[in-house]
C-alpha cells in the first residue's frame, strides 16, 4: 500500500479517544493495561497502555510495515482542562504539534488528524464532525460538559450570571447545531447502504 493511500482517511487508521479512556478508567495514575480493537467480537489489534503519572500516558506496541516488524515505546502528553459544573476534562496533547485533542490515530505513531494528514471519508461525516465541534463548544461555554445524547440542548441550565438573552441565543444556536449533526449522521448512515441523501430528501418532499 502507497504511503498517500495509507494515511488519507480517519476511518482507515487506529483511534485513540481520551473520553473513552478516561470513562474506562485508564486515565488512573498506575492503570495498565492491554487496549483491543476488535471486529466481529474478535481482537484484530492490541497497545500497552500505561498512566505513569497524572499527566503522562506511555503506550507500547509492535508495528509491522512492509514485513518489517518494529517495537515502539513512548509517552503522550495529557493535559486538564476545568469544566464549569466541576471537575476536570482531560486532553491529549499531540505527539507531534502539541494541539490539544481528543482524539489520537494511528499511522506508526499516534498523532492528531492534522499531523497526520488524515481526511473524512465523506463530505457528510466532515459536516458531522464539524456540527459536533460547534456544539462542544457552546457547551463548555454554557458551563455543560455532557453530550447531547445525555443532555439535549434545550434541558441545559442557564449558568450562573448569564443574561437570559445570551443564553437563549446560545441555546438556539447549540440547538441548530445539533440538528445539524443529526442530519449529517443520517447523510453517513445511508451512504453507507448507498442512497444519496439529496436524492432521499427531494423524495420525502415531494410526499
Not at 120 to 126: M, V
Not at 139 to 151: M, N, Q
Request: glycine share 6%.
Amino acid at each position: 500500500m502507497s504511503r498517500s493511500r495509507e494515511k488519507n482517511r480517519v476511518e482507515d487508521h487506529r483511534r485513540l479517544q481520551i473520553s473513552t479512556l478516561n470513562k474506562d478508567g485508564v486515565l488512573q495514575e498506575g492503570w495498565r493495561c492491554n487496549w483491543n480493537w476488535l471486529r466481529s467480537g474478535r481482537v484484530i489489534s492490541s497497545i500497552g497502555l500505561e498512566m505513569q503519572s497524572r499527566n503522562y500516558l506511555r503506550l507500547h506496541y509492535q508495528l509491522t510495515r512492509h514485513g518489517q516488524s518494529e517495537q515502539l515505546d513512548y509517552q503522550v502528553r495529557i493535559t486538564w482542562t476545568p469544566c464549569h459544573l466541576g471537575g476536570e476534562r482531560p486532553w491529549f496533547l499531540c505527539p507531534c504539534c502539541g494541539r490539544r485533542v481528543a482524539i489520537l490515530y494511528l499511522n506508526r505513531v499516534f498523532a492528531c488528524r492534522h499531523c497526520q494528514r488524515l481526511n473524512y471519508a465523506s463530505q457528510q461525516a466532515s459536516k458531522r464532525d464539524l456540527a459536533c465541534d460547534q456544539s462542544w463548544k457552546l457547551r463548555r461555554a454554557l458551563g455543560c460538559d455532557l453530550g447531547f445524547l445525555d443532555l439535549p440542548a434545550e434541558f441545559v441550565s442557564r449558568p450562573k450570571g448569564m443574561h437570559r438573552h445570551t443564553f437563549a441565543r446560545k441555546i438556539s444556536r447549540l440547538q441548530r447545531r445539533e440538528d445539524e449533526r443529526a442530519v449529517a449522521n443520517m447523510g453517513v448512515m445511508l451512504e453507507r447502504l448507498g442512497i444519496d441523501l439529496e436524492r432521499a430528501q427531494s423524495r420525502l418532499g415531494e410526499c
